[in-house]
Structure formats: C-alpha cells, structure tokens
C-alpha cells in the first residue's frame, strides 16, 4: 500500500529565501505525482504534475523534481513572497490505480 | 470559468438526517471523485468515477453513497450521517479516466458538522 509522508509538517522562512519541500513515497511504480497548494478555506490548486517519465517540471518560481528510484520528490520555491504562504501537498498516482495518495503537507508561512 | 462546485460549503446537521452533498463540474471531465481531510490523515478518497453510471469506492466508502446520472454531476449522499462523518470533503475531476497524465482540479470544500 503507497504511503505519502511529508516532512516536516511547518515551516516558517524570511522573505526572499529559496526553499525545498520535501515529499517521499514507499512504492515506486507510480504513474504521476502532483504537487498541490491549499490556502485556508479554499480547495486545492494544483502547482506541477510530473509524469513517472520525467525528473522535473517548472512553473514560474516553481520547480518539482522527482526521484522514483529513491522514493523522493521535492518542490523548489525561488524568492518566496508572503503570498506563498499556504499548505503544500504532493500526491502520488499509482500505476493501474485511479486515485491520488496524499501527504499530509507541509504548511509553509512566509516571514515578511 | 471552468471550475469544480460544491454545495453547500458549511453545513451542521444532527445525527441520522439524511444529507446530499452536490458537485458539478463544467469542463465535461469524465473522471471525478470524493475525498476527505482529516487532521493528520490527509485527504482519503471516499469513491469515484470513470464516466457516466461508473462508480467504485474509494478507501473509506463506509456510510457514503454515489451516483453518477449525468457526466457533470457526482453527489455525495451520506444516508444516517453520524459524529465520525465530520470532515471536510473534496469533490474534484479531470479528463480522460483511464492514462490520464492531466492534473485534477478541485472544488472549495464542505465543512460538514454532524452533532
């Protein structure tokens, strides 16, 4: 059975820095991973999807990779803004499998 | 716009009266699905669906039901709701069930209360 673990679960970071997220999955043969933003009260925006073919994708300040050997990816945000503050999820979707595992976030407040 | 729409977005109900939560979705995607956030568990999906009258449940079916009549709805029933049904539920959906490599767009949410 995947399992999602995200660490850590908060993290608080000045204005300007550079950051990574991080997302681990137990099995490997995952079809994609998706890595999501949820802000208080709203629903999830989704950021990057990486296909199980891929080792990166980019959007903006955003860049995700993803590591299927090692179980691993990781979400980079360049020059954080205030705005950035939200909660992070990454979800994996496995092969032959319709649903999407969650982490359980990484909640993220940028310090201005 | 194309979005995914949830109703209503706050309810508190009591023990065992019937509710229907409704989704619809405006992009004509066939694939759509329930979850659940629960503090420290993250979001568990509860059942989905591949296309019209296609549904099969989740990881924590129990006390929910589905039906897929049209391609743009996907309600949530809960029959007797009880106190472990409080939750907040995610109804979201994308094209193309089966090899699909398009992300999944969600709803705003319902915070159900069942007292």
């Known amino acids: 059975k995947q399992e999602v673990t995200q660490i850590p679960a908060a993290l608080s970071v000045p204005e300007g820095e550079n950051l990574v997220l991080n997302c681990s999955f137990t099995?490997?043969?995952?079809?994609?991973l998706q890595w999501f933003r949820q802000d208080p009260g709203k629903g999830l925006t989704s950021l990057l999807l990486?296909?199980?073919?891929?080792r990166e994708q980019t959007s903006g300040r955003l860049n995700a990779s993803l590591d299927k050997s090692s179980g691993r990816s990781t979400l980079y945000i360049a020059a954080s803004q205030p705005g950035d503050s939200a909660t992070y999820l990454c979800?994996?979707?496995?092969?032959?499998?319709?649903?999407?595992?969650f982490g359980t976030g990484t909640r993220l407040t940028i310090i201005p | 716009e194309a979005q995914v729409t949830q109703n209503p977005r706050y309810l508190i109900t009591v023990t065992g009266k019937k509710l229907t939560v409704t989704c619809s979705q405006n992009?004509?995607?066939?694939?759509m699905s329930w979850y659940r956030q629960d503090p420290g568990l993250g979001l568990r999906q509860i059942y989905y669906?591949?296309?019209?009258?296609?549904?099969d449940k989740g990881d924590v079916p129990e006390g929910y039901k589905v039906s897929r009549k049209e391609k743009r709805n996907f309600p949530l029933i809960l029959e007797s709701p009880s106190p472990n049904q409080t939750s907040l539920y995610f109804c979201?959906?994308?094209?193309?069930?089966?090899?699909?490599?398009?992300?999944?767009?969600f709803g705003d949410g319902t915070r159900l209360s069942i007292l």
């Open positions: 979201a959906s994308r094209p193309q069930a089966i090899y699909s490599n398009q992300p999944q767009h």
């Open positions: 099995d490997s043969a995952i079809y994609n």
């Open positions: 990486i296909q199980s073919s891929q």
């Open positions: 979800a994996v979707r496995d092969f032959g499998n319709e649903k999407l595992t």
């Open positions: 992009m004509n995607h066939e694939y």
């Open positions: 669906s591949m296309n019209v009258e296609v549904t």
